[in-house]
């Protein structure tokens, strides 16, 4: 937000304030999954268990794994061994960063195409206590799947037009604010 204004101005600020939700919603599902695992061990004390937590945690815990995976690429820190990649050229690490980017949105978006027949196959399938269908539990898979691809298409144009493999521009940003790292300097 510049100037204090809620205006958003740039592509860099449509960036990071998807970045910014995106951040809350995951720390939301966690606080919700920790009240839910909190609530089930303290009816279970009582000896009154209460149904709902584990589906509820299960779904949740999905959708927050599925967040994560994006982050994770978003901020290229995905386990991976990379000895012999930085051993290279930079113009060959770049080249090998590309075309395991276009496999990677190939695959992924050969999971994304085949994820909506599961989602209808489960439409009709309940979470018992829930009530809802578990089409909501593969629904995460849209989600990952899209903001991963968009997300890896945007490493790749970074790739060609920098010569970079993560945004550094986007990330710096959401790394300064989140978690002020200007304190621990």
């Not at 910014?20 to 919603?25: A, D, F, G, Y």
Request: aromatic share 10%; charged share 20%; with cysteine.
């Amino acid at each position: 937000m510049k100037n204090g204004k809620n205006a958003i101005k740039t592509p860099a600020d449509v960036v990071h304030a998807a970045e910014k939700l995106e951040q809350l919603v995951a720390v939301i599902l966690f606080n919700v999954i920790l009240f839910s695992l909190f609530w089930q061990a303290l009816t279970r004390k009582i000896g009154s268990p209460a149904s709902w937590t584990d589906e509820t945690c299960r779904l949740l815990f999905v959708w927050l794994g599925a967040l994560g995976c994006h982050l994770a690429q978003k901020e290229n820190i995905h386990v991976r061994i990379d000895a012999i990649l930085l051993a290279l050229p930079k113009k060959v690490q770049l080249i090998i960063e590309a075309a395991i980017d276009v496999v990677m949105i190939f695959l992924l978006s050969l999971i994304f195409y085949h994820t909506f027949s599961i989602v209808q196959r489960k439409a009709f399938t309940p979470l018992v206590t829930l009530g809802i269908g578990e089409s909501w539990l593969y629904g995460a898979m849209f989600l990952w799947t899209a903001l991963t691809i968009i997300e890896m298409i945007a490493q790749l144009v970074n790739i060609v037009k920098n010569g970079e493999v993560v945004r550094a521009w986007v990330a710096e940003d959401a790394r300064n604010d989140f978690y002020d790292i200007k304190e621990w300097e």
